[in-house]
């Protein structure tokens, strides 16, 4: 690896110490890191792209490293595209469900995957559309979740769903999210979604708050592909993919998931497993 991209949450002073002592490091093993443009401001260095651009620096790299939460892993993984180049998560935020190494393991990490010493755990991803009288409106791959969800004021919302060209059922509900296993630990699980594991090839419904209690949440199969068209609606209806992207609909829009032919390939922690992981972040075994 000679080329590594750089991504921290630009607003926490830990994350841009780490980063301004990483891209030291990195260069007295004769290694420039790449920063988009943001980050490259905080930390007073050129820009390594001549636009500036986050896309172009990710494209470009060989691994990236991600200093912050899992917010700003999720962003990066959306960034690196179709690439699928290993992410190194290091977890710098509260809860850490996708940046698995800790601050102590960083350069015993990073140097490990310089020598390609490093296993990855690959995650499905999902790619998500609106169409709106015929046409394709918006088009988003994801790694957590799409989620159609009422504004504050706005009324139940109704979802007829379809899978796979068969009708499933019309969720009355506040709103629905539709999940990779990673994901599972988000937003779904808020909801009363299932715990699924990561390298599952899988896709879960959730419904929001269901008018009908007799609504639970389902898992398909990793090639499903469903539908979900707002028949009747209030104004206030947004799309969310990811929990960063915001797309508002509109009565007769059609929501269409499947899965991506794309993954993120995350690089794992030598000290700890999945199932530490969620021990440790939902304090499973504590009284």
């Known amino acids: 690896m000679k080329k590594i991209a ?6 926490d002073p830990r994350c841009l110490g780490v ?18 443009d ?64 800790t601050l102590d393991e960083l350069y015993p990490s990073v140097e490990r995957c310089l020598q390609g010493d490093f296993e990855v ?21 994801v790694l957590n979740d799409v989620v159609i969800n009422k504004g504050a004021l706005a009324r139940i919302v109704d979802m007829e769903t379809s899978v796979n060209g068969r009708y499933l059922t019309t969720f009355k509900a506040d709103g629905l999210i539709v999940s990779t296993p990673t994901g599972s630990t988000g937003y ?12 599952l090839e899988c896709i879960s419904i959730t419904p929001i708050c269901p008018h009908t209690l007799t609504n639970r949440p389902l898992v398909m199969a990793g090639d499903a592909r469903i539908a979900i068209t707002l028949d009747s609606m209030d104004e206030a209806v947004f799309l969310t993919l990811d929990g960063q992207v915001g797309v508002k609909l509109v009565c ?15 690089v794992q922690s030598r000290s ?5 992981v969620l021990r440790t972040k939902l304090k499973w075994g504590e009284r």
């Open 38 to 101: 943001h980050l490259s401001k905080q930390l007073r260095q050129p820009s390594a792209a001549e636009s500036g651009k986050s896309s172009e620096i990710a494209n470009d790299a060989d691994l990236v490293v991600v200093l912050g939460g899992d917010g700003t892993l999720i962003a990066a993984a959306r960034l690196v595209g179709d690439r699928q180049v290993p992410i190194l998560g290091v977890n710098l935020g509260s809860l850490g469900f996708l940046t698995e190494i």
């Open 188 to 199: 779904s699980l808020s909801a009363a979604g299932p715990i699924i594991h990561p390298e």
């Open 121 to 141: 755990s690959e995650r499905m991803m999902l790619l998500a559309s609106v169409e709106r009288a015929g046409e394709v409106v918006e088009l988003h791959r």
């Open 252 to 266: 007769g829009d059609v929501v269409q998931i499947r899965r991506s032919g794309h993954s993120t390939r995350l």
């Open 272 to 276: 700890k497993d999945y199932f530490e």
């Open 6 to 11: 750089i991504f921290a949450k630009v607003h």
């Open 19 to 36: 980063a301004e002592e990483l891209t030291e490091w990195l260069a007295g093993r004769g290694i420039t890191a790449s920063v988009e």
